[in-house]
């Protein structure tokens, strides 16, 4: 008896949602190693197909041409915490989808709605699979993709905590410059019109501008260990 009630505890879903920038992936990855859950970065599902259209040729200015080749690209994402993989038609995807380059482009992408058609179905089969509990982290999951995730929580963070941190991540990137780029980039996810990036009604708010990394990580632990506890 034990044992089951144990194994539904386990199977945990959390919904990690928030902007670029707020500690989110390293959060989500911490969070899901302390755990012995499943973790998906979404985020690296919407640059894969941006880095699959960039390498083909698509101008992904124009958003039929997106709609048309969306379904062709084949891509798998590892789940294991401590070694996320991500592959596209085979080929290892890990590295390019970080570029400057897809980076500027992935908004225009990731908004065109049969793109987030088929990647929400991915990222929906993906999680129903990972009967251990999975964190999924990106920016419509607990609002459109994983609505019934048992623990839905939103990273917030000042935009100049969060371009401190980016710019910290790429070596010689210039603080202003950064800073604009979030908030352009944050401008188009919240504006879209298929499943912007919002906070669920039901979500944790939690704000990691004054919080260290450790800090937050701890905070969603909690909220985790709390949420199963409850179950």
């Known amino acids: 008896m034990s044992t ?3 194994t539904a505890r386990s199977s945990v879903i959390v919904a990690i949602d928030g902007p670029s920038g707020t500690g989110k992936s390293s959060t989500s990855k911490a969070v899901a190693a302390a755990l012995g ?4 970065d979404t985020g690296a599902q ?9 390498t083909n040729g698509v101008d992904v200015s124009d958003p039929e041409q997106i709609a ?3 379904a062709k690209p084949v891509i798998v994402s590892g789940t294991d915490p401590s070694a996320p993989t991500i592959t596209v038609d085979g080929v290892d995807a890990s590295g390019p989808i970080r570029t400057q380059e897809v980076t500027s482009k992935v908004s225009a992408v990731s908004a065109v709605p049969e793109v987030r058609t088929l990647i929400t179905a991915l990222q929906r089969s993906i999680a129903a699979a990972a009967t251990g509990g999975i964190v999924v982290e990106g920016r419509d999951i607990g609002t459109t993709v994983l609505p019934d995730a048992d623990l839905k929580i939103f990273l917030t963070a000042s935009p100049e905590a969060r371009a401190a941190r980016r710019s910290g991540e790429v070596k010689g990137s210039d603080l202003t410059a950064t800073r604009e780029a979030l908030i352009k980039r944050d401008a188009a996810d919240s504006g879209r019109k298929t499943s912007p990036l919002a906070k669920a009604d039901d979500a944790v708010e939690v704000d990691t501008t004054e919080l260290t990394l450790q800090q937050v990580i701890e905070c969603v ?3 985790v260990e709390g949420k199963r506890v409850a179950a």
Request: glycine content about 0%.
């Open 37 to 40: 859950l499943s973790y998906l």
């Open 68 to 70: 048309t080749v969306a």
């Open 4 to 6: 089951t009630v144990e």
């Open 46 to 54: 919407y640059r894969a197909i941006t880095w699959w259209m960039l």
């Open 221 to 223: 632990v909690t909220l």
